[in-house]
């Protein structure tokens, strides 16, 4: 029961509320296989920074300023945000940022495309972020894309 349903429950009875049932850390643990990062690959460069996969952290460390990193730390700053604005929520949808997609296709040892041509390149689908802990959510990709649409003059 969310926060929502438990104040609405409160107001309609002159019971208590009752209290609030934490399913997040079960549905995890249930959906564990599903959300396994990709294999790590080794020749995962960052063209912004040139930063590789470290296997000991088991990811990408950019170095400071890099523009992909930045947009990927963004949306999670982002995210944590909005869940302490929504304290009752604990899954939240929303269009990926291109730096997330561009870590994604890093982590996935696929090439980046060139954004410096007569396509255009534009984040699409959804990203699903699930809260843990106030320090802890967890964000699932399998349903964001990478649309492409040609600029003005393409066929």
């Known amino acids: 029961m969310n926060r929502k349903q438990r104040r609405a429950a409160a107001k309609s009875s002159k019971q208590p509320a009752p209290a609030r049932t934490d399913t997040r850390f079960g549905w995890f643990a249930e959906h564990m296989d599903q959300m396994r990062p990709y294999p790590a690959t080794t020749d995962a460069t960052c063209p912004d920074c040139g930063a590789r996969f470290d296997h000991v952290a088991a990811k990408m460390v950019h170095q400071h300023g890099c523009p992909i990193a930045a947009s990927y730390e963004a949306a999670s700053a982002d ?34 495309p060139d954004l410096n041509t007569d396509v255009h390149y534009e984040p699409g689908g959804e990203v699903v972020t699930h809260y843990l802990s106030d320090d802890c959510r967890v964000r699932n990709f399998s349903s964001a894309v990478l649309l492409v649409k040609l600029r003005a003059g393409g066929c």
């Open 79 to 112: 995210d944590k945000a909005w869940f302490r604005e929504h304290p009752g929520e604990t899954v939240r949808t929303r269009t990926p940022t291109m730096g997330e997609l561009q870590q994604q296709m890093l982590m996935a040892g696929l090439e980046l």
